[in-house]
């Protein structure tokens, strides 16, 4: 495989990953609409927290799917439950503004790299995507050496997160502009706490689906 056909390869299938709805995507649009622009930049610092070294290992052949199976579903259980708790503390939040207090957001501080960490190791299906297509995108890269291999399929992958999640962000960030000062806004940003809380209780069911409970 030569390197033009090995990088058609890994954006079409990154796409695959990066673009499909999830809680990441979802997060970082609740970061646009309440922190500011730059709130995706930051977001994807935490995913390249997780995903780099996920990569590495998986390239190291220290993990196999099948001893993942478990882990997958416990990541699932917990990481449901984070985003439940993420979700909570952000209708919370609209209610307190709503009756006149100024309570802190999550957006605030380090919240967005934060998030972009922990809703990356905790996504099932982030993990399963690397254990399966990502995979194989590794395993192909070995053609160009292992370390170079590992550094080339990274470069052409994760300029695609940061692309989506800054731009995403971005938008969120203009939209929010132009609704803060409306009743409209509010509904907006719950949609998008509903649709976390969605994925939140379809991570649990799945992984209480799996029996991992001893």
Same mark, same amino acid.
């Given at each position: 495989?030569?390197?033009?056909?090995? @990088?058609?390869?890994?954006?079409?299938?990154?796409? !695959?990953? /990066?673009?499909?709805?999830?809680?990441?995507?979802?997060?970082?649009?609740?970061?646009?609409?309440?922190?500011?622009?730059?709130?995706?930049? #930051?977001?994807?610092?935490?995913?390249?927290?997780?995903?780099?070294?996920?990569? $590495?290992?998986?390239?190291?052949?220290?993990?196999?799917?099948?001893?993942? #199976?478990?882990?997958?579903?416990? /990541?699932?259980?917990? @990481?449901?439950?984070? $985003?439940?708790?993420?979700?909570?503390?952000? $209708?919370?939040?609209?209610?307190?503004? #709503?009756?006149?207090?100024?309570?802190?957001?999550?957006? @605030?501080?380090?919240?967005?790299?934060?998030?972009?960490?922990?809703?990356?190791?905790?996504?099932?299906?982030?993990?399963?995507?690397?254990?399966?297509?990502?995979? #194989?995108?590794?395993?192909? !890269?070995?053609?160009?050496?292992?370390?170079?291999?590992?550094?080339?399929?990274?470069?052409?992958?994760?300029?695609?997160?940061?692309?989506?999640?800054?731009?995403?962000?971005?938008?969120?960030?203009? @939209?929010?502009?132009?609704?803060? !000062?409306?009743?409209?806004?509010?509904?907006?940003?719950?949609?998008?706490? /509903?649709?976390?809380?969605?994925?939140?209780?379809?991570?649990? =069911?799945?992984?209480? =689906?799996?029996? $991992?409970?001893?």
């Amino acid at each position: 495989m030569n390197m033009l056909d090995f @990088g058609i390869e890994v954006i079409a299938l990154s796409a !695959s990953g /990066v673009l499909a709805p999830g809680p990441l995507f979802f997060a970082n649009l609740v970061y646009g609409t309440r922190h500011d622009k730059w709130s995706g930049i #930051k977001v994807a610092y935490g995913h390249t927290a997780v995903e780099l070294p996920l990569i $590495i290992m998986l390239a190291a052949g220290l993990f196999t799917f099948d001893s993942a #199976k478990k882990y997958v579903s416990v /990541v699932g259980l917990v @990481g449901g439950i984070a $985003i439940l708790a993420f979700a909570g503390l952000q $209708i919370a939040t609209i209610l307190k503004e #709503k009756r006149g207090y100024d309570m802190p957001s999550l957006a @605030g501080g380090k919240g967005p790299f934060i998030m972009g960490v922990a809703l990356s190791a905790l996504n099932p299906f982030f993990i399963l995507w690397w254990f399966t297509v990502g995979l #194989k995108l590794i395993s192909d !890269s070995a053609a160009f050496g292992v370390t170079m291999g590992v550094v080339i399929l990274f470069a052409l992958h994760i300029w695609m997160d940061y692309a989506w999640l800054a731009s995403t962000a971005y938008l969120a960030s203009k @939209g929010a502009f132009t609704l803060k !000062s409306r009743r409209y806004y509010p509904i907006l940003f719950l949609a998008l706490t /509903v649709v976390m809380i969605y994925y939140g209780v379809s991570f649990v =069911s799945q992984a209480a =689906s799996q029996h $991992i409970y001893p």
